[in-house]
């Protein structure tokens, strides 16, 4: 995570919520979380004296990641996740993971050269010819598609499966899927309009 990142989250976001040793990193980029949540095995307590006792949320157990314990304990329209993809393949697996876990909580990773979420029932987007289009299913699931060159109709996705890595978008897209097990991967330059569509897509899969 880097401030430009962060910056381009929070201009969409009303509030920043550091995971952990998050809370540092947002603090020597000028920025003060309104809450951090994790077990505090990172963040440093001069990051802690910097907010407020009633807005430390800590969480002892560790089955799960800080960016599980944060995500689980936001309640948002959507949550931008910032610093859960790149730096380490098993942190971001787990990043991944738990998107398809919590297909409730409607959240979008930001990373270097894309972003990433868990595809709710029907999505479209109006994308620009010739973006790349990834899926990647967490699970077994079907979906049909308009606007890919590769249509997935018909397909069986499953991670030791089909893949759909590397489709292009002829134009804006509609996809829609059996079960909330894909994710979609888009260039970053499809953020902006990336967080508008899920903001405006009324539908998310059921707990």
């Known amino acids: 995570m880097d401030k430009t990142d962060l910056s381009l989250a929070l201009g969409h976001a009303t509030t920043l919520v550091a995971a952990d040793g998050g809370a540092d990193r ?38 799960s990641t800080d960016f599980e314990k944060a995500l689980r304990a936001i309640d948002a329209p959507l949550v931008i996740g910032v610093g859960f993809t790149g730096a380490r393949v098993d942190h971001q697996l787990a990043a991944f993971n738990t998107l398809s876990r919590f297909p409730e ?11 990433v979420f868990l595809c709710p029932p ?36 499953a991670p030791d499966g089909q893949s759909g890595t590397s489709n292009i978008a002829s134009g804006p897209i509609e996809l829609a899927f059996t079960a909330p097990k894909m994710l979609v991967m888009l260039p970053r330059a499809a953020f902006d309009i990336t967080v508008e569509a ?10």
Do not use: Y
């Open 198 to 207: 899920l903001l405006n897509t009324p539908s998310r899969w059921a707990t």
């Open 26 to 63: 947002a603090l020597s980029f000028g920025f003060t979380p309104q809450a951090v949540i994790g077990d505090f095995d990172s963040v440093t307590e001069d990051a802690l004296e910097q907010i407020a006792p009633e807005n430390q949320h800590r969480i002892a157990e560790q089955d």
């Open 105 to 115: 909580k409607r959240c979008l990773l930001l990373g270097t050269h894309e972003v």
């Open 122 to 157: 029907s999505f479209r987007l109006a994308l620009t010819k010739g973006s790349t289009v990834s899926l990647f299913a967490m699970g077994a699931v079907e979906g049909i598609s308009d606007g890919l060159e590769w249509p997935i109709r018909g397909l069986h996705f």
